[in-house]
């Protein structure tokens, strides 16, 4: 008798709850716990991700106007503090070198043709600043003739003690007809000086080495100058030379020691923030002839260089020896003994530097150490969620009239990040 195998197949069909047979590895899917728990993580994990990079993104945003801010700062204090310490040379002297219009009423105050922020200072640095001093030629000859007040000098390629000598710009300036200040210096006492016009000349070959002939690169330049009042410029620049006049010292024939052209810089906060762009406001600097309002080369350029943004404000402090013993000492609290001048908010336009303005008490005849050179520098943007600290005078300006600021406009400026940067100057060339 034959046997059969058991038929222990079973039938294959859905699964189902009564017959679940064999459903597929997965297909069971989550339950909607599960499912809501999984959202909720994902949920947390993508809110914990967005504040992170909410926080990320605000202090990238806090450094990267904190970067800019300090780089504004460099800047403007790297171009002050250089042409600072270069006032006066070429030989004029502190009241000269140095100008300080304080306190400018913004409303009416203007430099070269553009507005500056109210209640800041402009700072005048005098003398020959970025141009070469060159040394006359004393066997050619000097002249000057008092009936005219008139004279003539001669400044060789190649100078009395073999230095060679670039002659380009007083082509420049003679070629273009420009009315440049000539600073003369006495040889008898480099302390006497004369600011002089340029009125003329002519650069051309010569043997200056008086060996018989020209050689290549062999110039001289004749240069003619007018002490007259009444010439062009002149009214305003005999009063910078030393006694207000042309001095007997460089009248007598006497070849002076050295003759540069005298520049001039003015440094001030330019007013942009009315512009149509929205701007902030600058650091700026215009370039003039000497005591005149006349820009350099009558462009317009040159009286809106700017140099930094978002400087706000710009003070200067001038330090002068009162008693003569070598220091310059501040007390705020003792006035009689405080030696500098407008760091307090009761040196004012009336206690003038002698050469700044009218001369009043012991500031009239002190001599000019230092410049100190303060500016407040803002960030960019302003932070809805910060609130800069109490600042109530910079040297004798207000810039904070409370604690709290007291109204919107108040604490929308306080909204943007502050600095201060000081830098006190020992003038190298001012005596």
């Known amino acids: 008798m034959s046997q059969h195998p058991e038929n222990t197949a079973t039938a294959t069909g859905p699964a189902s709850p009564e017959n679940p047979g064999d459903a597929p590895h997965g297909e069971a899917g989550f339950t909607l716990i599960e499912l ?16 992170l990079f909410d926080v990320s993104t605000k ?49 009416t105050f203007t430099v070269g043709g553009n507005e500056v922020v109210d209640g800041t200072d402009v700072l005048t640095v005098r003398g020959v600043l970025s141009n070469p001093i060159w ?41 273009d007809g420009l009315p440049v200040p000539l600073v003369l210096v006495s040889l008898e006492d480099p302390s006497i000086y004369a600011v002089v016009l340029l009125s003329g000349g002519a650069i051309g070959p010569a043997d ?59 440094y001030y906060v330019r007013n942009d923030t009315e512009s149509v762009t929205g701007g902030s406001p600058k650091l700026s600097r215009a370039q003039f002839y000497p005591n005149t309002n006349t820009l350099y080369r009558g462009d317009a350029a040159n009286g809106r260089v700017d140099i930094a943004d978002n400087v706000v404000d710009l003070q ?8 003569d013993d070598g220091t310059i000492a501040e007390d705020d609290s003792a006035p009689d003994t405080d030696e500098w001048l ?33 500016t407040l520098v803002r960030s960019e943007r302003r932070d809805n969620t910060f609130i800069s600290d109490y600042l109530p005078t910079l040297e004798n300006h ?12 108040q604490l929308a400026d306080r909204r943007f990040r502050r600095r201060v940067m000081r830098s006190v100057v020992d003038l190298r060339n001012v005596s």
């Open 208 to 266: 200056i080495d008086n060996d018989g002939s020209v050689e290549p690169g062999e110039e001289r330049a004749t240069i003619n100058f007018d002490a007259a009042a009444a010439s062009t410029n002149n009214d305003a620049y005999l009063p910078l030379s030393w006694g207000g006049a042309f001095p007997q010292a460089l009248a007598q024939g006497a070849v002076p020691a050295w003759v540069g052209i005298l520049e001039e810089y003015r």
């Open 342 to 374: 407008f760091n307090h908010e009761d040196d004012t336009d009336t206690d003038q530097y002698w050469g700044l303005g009218d001369a009043d008490g012991a500031w009239g005849n002190a001599t000019l150490f230092q410049v100190r050179v303060s």
């Open 36 to 51: 809501i728990i999984g959202t909720f993580i994902l949920v947390e994990m993508m809110v914990v991700g967005y504040l």
């Open 316 to 323: 200067i402090a001038l330090g002068l020896d009162l008693n």
């Open 135 to 175: 040394l006359p030629n004393t066997g050619a000859g000097y002249t000057y003739d008092q009936g005219s007040s008139t004279g003539t000098l001669f400044v060789d390629s190649l100078n009395n003690q073999g230095i060679a000598q670039d002659l380009s710009l007083l082509q420049s300036v003679i070629d």
């Open 59 to 107: 202090t990238a945003r806090v450094q990267s106007d904190l970067a800019d801010l300090q780089q504004s700062q460099r800047v403007a204090n790297y171009d002050l503090v250089r042409n600072v310490r270069m006032a006066g040379r070429g030989g004029v002297t502190g009241p000269v070198a140095i100008n300080v219009t304080d306190n400018v009423d913004g409303d």
């Open 398 to 409: 207000e810039v904070d009239p409370s604690p709290q600021p007291a109204d919107n406009d």
